[in-house]
């Protein structure tokens, strides 16, 4: 089937770019979700060569099309319509594609690691915390807690390329569950762990290793803990031949046969490949800043200082330990700790700077806890979330750690332990106290300044594009949050409040559904009138059940007789479990649609179960909503 | 216990105000009452409960009473489906 041509068809009877708010899909269905719906000829769309059946539900449109055809129209009907979809990688690189290569690179290593952020940050800030703690009571290691604890701090670390994985499958659009079995392979338990790696190599174990290619060549048969570049070129590869396989491979037989080349290539070329020649570049950098400290007058330790959170975007540093045991056990003193140090400090100055200084809300809140992780030495989220994004933030983080890793290379500041930097880096300083704390002090200063004065916010356009479907609802004032209180009701509509027992229906009027209040509305809109659950919905919309965590059932019945209008009018927001918060929007209906029809607008909003309380207080006459209108007396 | 069946006759199934009449008339007994539709039961007191089953005309549903009163309860509440639902 054309499936262009199914898309353009459909894309005509929703009512064109202007009335579509955002295209998503499933297995099988294609959901649409619309600024008005009946300006939707669902009559027309069934009739389109290759829909199967249309059906709206809780303002979704939903299009169903069949496994193995609803993702190929779905990708026309985003070229079509020109909408970005969140986790389509083609859209956005077409975006991109003016930039030059490195930049598109970066970019696409950060669109990866921010939806991760969270993951990271709160691991680093346990493992810096808990690091540190064990530096000052050492006895602490051997407490069942610690130990706990510890497997939080560094699960997302040794599963890191599984949530590298899912995150760049989505960025490169292709199945995240494939994606996440990429990452998978990579740190299997069946691999020798790659952080056991050079202490198997000192023991003089063998590295178990494998004959690949029909037997052209070995690898080590290690894994890829902490890793992220090769776990990014390797699900960029799977998406690159999962979308290859999908143009070529019939509809038929898509679902098995994609799937299963996608991961059997990936997979081998991952392990025998990407991996192999990745761990080789590791090892040459890896000998090669070994050499670089070697230079004199501090001028070593500043070049390593610079390029440091480089090899952190390489996820290379994890080796590093290696190059201060060595240190250790030559003179006793880690030189290699301050430069770190340095490096990771002054990336947090950067960032601390990015966040005082940026006025997007959401981005100070992220740039903020990502750069205490850093003070206490753990960089990947101020590195990734922040600063490699901007690219300035790095670049002055870099200049930074040069300078302090000088400062400490002249101060012949050494460490007498490893595993912690940062804040926590004095409890292993203890000879160069002083000392240490200028040398932070200096990258941090220097970073900081720098950071502060680059730093300027872009427009984003993510964000403009996010605003414009916020327009549509312009007439629906949004409204402040408000701390509920318990036993209370907050009006959930614009209108005039009269006692339950003038409500024009006897039903309601006599109290069998409970007491309450009826509400006259002077606007469409019903707002949740508490914080609370959804208990019950109808498919005729016009009717909400919602209870609150203290037990409290209230029933949002929207005009009188109105079941017979059979939802024509009405909309809902909400369905059926959700939990919802005051003020939320939750329906929206009709008066002009309710007075056409014949009918009273009079809403009974009633305490369901008024029998389990003493009375009820309520408050008559003109009401905005969320002025509280009921309260209950136990 | 005791149970009987019964297709739901009125237009609107059960909603608000036949909910509320229903909760109503089974509130007086002492006995459990409850109504199946499908795999979902809930308590016929609950009026909440019995309006998120989103019962329509058409559909059939069991109701079994169990209790001191069952016997009496089970003929009025039957009494009351074929009347009001």
């Known amino acids: 089937m054309d499936y262009r041509k199914c898309a353009q068809e459909i894309y005509d009877l929703v009512g064109k770019r202007e009335n579509l708010i955002s295209a998503a899909h499933c297995a099988t269905r294609l959901r649409l979700v619309t600024a008005d719906n009946s300006k939707v000829n669902i009559k027309k769309l069934e009739d389109v060569d290759g829909v199967k059946g249309v059906f709206s539900s809780n303002g979704q449109l939903q299009i169903i099309l069949g496994t193995g055809t609803v993702n190929k129209v779905y990708d026309e009907f985003l070229s079509i319509s020109g909408m970005t979809a969140a986790t389509k990688a083609d859209v956005k690189a077409a975006a991109a594609k003016k930039q030059p290569l490195p930049f598109r690179m970066v970019k696409a290593l950060g669109d990866v690691f921010v939806p991760i952020l969270p993951a990271i940050v709160a691991a680093g800030l346990i493992m810096g915390l808990l690091e540190g703690m064990t530096k000052i009571w050492p006895d602490m290691a051997n407490s069942g807690t610690y130990q706990i604890f510890h497997l939080f701090s560094n699960a997302a670390f040794v599963f890191l390329p599984i949530l590298v994985a899912v995150s760049a499958a989505r960025v490169f659009g292709g199945n995240i569950f494939l994606g996440a079995v990429i990452g998978m392979i990579m740190v299997h338990t069946d691999l020798v762990n790659a952080w056991s790696v050079a202490g198997m190599l000192e023991a003089g174990q063998q590295i178990p290793q494998a004959d690949v290619w029909f037997g052209l060549y070995k690898i080590n048969l290690t894994g890829y803990q902490g890793h992220v570049i090769p776990v990014i070129i390797a699900v960029w590869f799977m998406s690159f031949i999962e979308k290859r396989l999908h143009k070529i491979v019939p509809e038929m037989i898509d679902l098995f046969v994609t799937p299963l080349v996608t991961v059997l290539v990936t997979g081998y070329l991952t392990l025998t490949i990407f991996g192999p020649v990745f761990a080789q570049l590791e090892e040459w950098v890896l000998i090669g800043v070994q050499w670089v400290i070697t230079i004199p007058w501090g001028i070593g330790a500043a070049i390593a200082g610079a390029i440091y959170p480089l090899t952190v975007v390489c996820g290379i540093h994890h080796m590093y330990n290696t190059v201060e045991i060595g240190m250790i056990s030559n003179t006793g003193l880690n030189t290699w700790m301050p430069i770190a140090s340095s490096a990771n400090f002054a990336q947090g100055g950067a960032c601390f700077a990015v966040a005082l200084k940026t006025k997007d809300k959401k981005f100070k809140s992220m740039a903020l806890p990502s750069s205490f992780s850093a003070f206490l030495g753990i960089t990947e989220p101020a590195i990734f979330g922040v600063n490699l994004r901007l690219m300035k933030p790095l670049i002055c983080g870099m200049i930074g750690g040069a300078v302090g890793a000088a400062v400490g290379s002249m101060f012949g500041i050494g460490a007498t332990a490893y595993g912690v930097t940062g804040l926590f880096g004095f409890l292993i300083t203890t000879k160069f106290v002083w000392q240490y704390a200028i040398m932070l002090a200096v990258s941090f200063a220097v970073s900081f300044t720098l950071s502060w004065i680059t730093h300027k916010d872009k427009p984003r356009e993510e964000d403009a594009e996010a605003e414009a479907p916020a327009e549509t609802a312009a007439e629906e004032p949004a409204l402040p949050s408000i701390t509920c209180e318990k036993g209370k009701v907050y009006a959930p509509i614009k209108g005039n409040v009269i006692p339950s027992a003038n409500i024009p229906d006897e039903t309601f009027a006599a109290g069998v559904l409970g007491e309450g209040v009826g509400i006259e509305p002077e606007l469409g809109v019903v707002y949740a009138p508490f914080d609370g659950e959804i208990s019950s919905t109808t498919d005729t919309k016009h009717a909400i059940g919602i209870s609150s965590p203290d037990g409290m059932e209230l029933l949002i019945h929207v005009g009188v007789n109105t079941v017979a209008m059979e939802g024509d009018g009405f909309e809902l927001f909400c369905a059926e479990g959700d939990t919802v918060k005051a003020g939320q929007k939750l329906m929206t209906f009709s008066i002009d649609k309710i007075k056409a029809a014949g009918y009273s607008t009079t809403t009974a909003v009633l305490i369901t179960n008024s029998d389990d309380y003493a009375g009820l207080e309520i408050k008559e006459g003109a009401c905005n909503p969320l002025d509280c209108v009921i309260t209950i007396k136990e | ?85």
């Open chain 2, 1 to 85: 216990m005791k149970s009987f069946t019964y297709t739901i006759t009125d237009p609107v199934g059960i909603h608000a105000r036949p909910a509320g009449i229903l909760v109503k008339a089974v509130k007086p007994f002492q006995s459990t009452c409850k109504i199946t539709k499908g795999e979902k039961t809930v308590d016929l007191r609950k009026l909440m409960a019995l309006m998120g089953m989103g019962i329509k005309c058409g559909d059939t549903v069991e109701v079994t009473i169990e209790g001191a009163d069952e016997d009496t309860a089970a003929e009025t509440i039957e009494k009351f489906f074929k009347e009001n639902l």
